[in-house]
């Protein structure tokens, strides 16, 4: 589709507006150290873009304060056994980011000395990053004059021009009008528009009058913002539905095991379980034992939904071999993806 009128926006208003009231992140240099001449860490900010991918600011920033402490450099991050990474990661999922992750910091050191490349196109090269975080990486840490287009600004963006089609109908429009309005202080432009869409511009309201760009928004002059971005049709998510066993021996201890490295979850902990597929097959237990029926948990993935039938049982421990014993009060510090701690909450475990 065209742009009814694909007008840059104004650059010198949104950092005039920036400059005042920035957000204060663990991962961002602000405006004012910026201006004297203190520049982000690649380290820091690549970090802090791959854990906000689906993922809010509020939750993100326990997550990258603890990283940061255990591995304070690419080189420490490099150097970690990939359990750990993914132990650190539990709870913040979609997990293929905690593999890339580790992948990249090893690339970054082995092939690169240890300094992230300076250009969108080179960052480009490395696991995990795509069009979205190379860009915000090159722009807020090395100025590159790139447009960082990201669901808060699709959503500015969408207002602004008054799209009348979902988003992603529109994104190359979207692109080229936001690569138009990029100056200088690229960096610091492509942070203050993502601040503006969490702060101003935000999902449920719209607060035109503080808006530095509200002068030339044509949502805001139609009248009601929030009608932007266009929803784009729901497609059903498809139902899933398996079995879960939760195994403990006589003194308590959870038996747990690893998953496949490759596909959803790869490389994170879990209970034994059957196959997941659109109809729930007849339990068949992984060894006999006196079976309980513990519930059902229903867990969301994001083109699916899944329902686990979960069965706890004592077994003794010499019956099981490939896995691994945890202790009740370890298990805070296993690996275990959000969907496997509601599994062993419903067996009482967590």
């Not at 950092?15 to 380290?43: E, S």
């Not at 590159?144 to 602004?160: C, F, Q, T």
């Not at 896995?323 to 969907?339: D, F, I, V």
Request: aromatic letters at 10%; charged letters at 20%; glycine letters at 6%.
């Amino acid at each position: 589709m065209q742009l009814s009128h694909p007008a840059p926006v104004d650059a010198s208003a949104v950092l005039a507006w920036y400059d005042r009231h920035a957000r204060d992140l663990p991962w961002r240099i602000a405006p004012a150290d910026r201006v004297a001449g203190q520049f982000p860490d690649p380290y820091r900010v690549w970090l802090s873009e791959v854990m906000l991918q689906q993922t809010t600011v509020a939750t993100v920033k326990s997550y990258f304060t603890r990283f940061t402490s255990l591995w304070p450099t690419v080189f420490d991050l490099a150097a970690a056994p990939l359990d750990s990474v993914l132990k650190e990661w539990a709870g913040l999922g979609y997990y293929a980011r905690a593999r890339n992750l580790h992948a990249c910091a090893r690339a970054v050191v082995n092939d690169h000395a240890g300094k992230f490349p300076a250009t969108s196109a080179a960052l480009q090269t490395l696991p995990g990053i795509g069009s979205y975080t190379s860009a915000a990486i090159a722009a807020i840490c090395f100025d590159e004059p790139i447009a960082v287009l990201d669901g808060n600004l699709d959503r500015v963006l969408a207002r602004y021009y008054a799209v009348a089609v979902p988003v992603r109908e529109a994104k190359d429009e979207l692109r080229a009008a936001l690569q138009a309005s990029v100056p200088a202080r690229a960096g610091d432009f492509a942070q203050a528009m993502m601040d503006l869409g969490a702060t101003i511009c935000a999902p449920r309201a719209a607060a035109c009058l503080l808006c530095p760009i509200q002068p030339g928004c044509i949502a805001t002059r139609q009248g009601d913002p929030t009608r932007y971005p266009i929803k784009p049709a729901k497609a059903d998510r498809p139902v899933r539905k398996g079995h879960a066993f939760v195994m403990v021996d006589h003194a308590g201890d959870v038996y747990l095991q690893s998953r496949p490295a490759k596909g959803l979850l790869g490389g994170m902990t879990e209970v034994p379980g059957s196959d997941w597929s659109a109809e729930l097959a007849d339990v068949s237990y992984p060894l006999a034992a006196d079976w309980s029926h513990r519930g059902q948990v229903v867990h969301v993935f994001t083109h699916f939904r899944l329902e686990l039938e979960i069965w706890s049982a004592q077994v003794p421990p010499e019956t099981l071999a490939g896995g691994w014993w945890s202790e009740p009060a370890a298990l805070r510090g296993e690996a275990l993806p959000t969907l496997f701690r509601k599994v062993l909450a419903a067996a009482g475990l967590e």
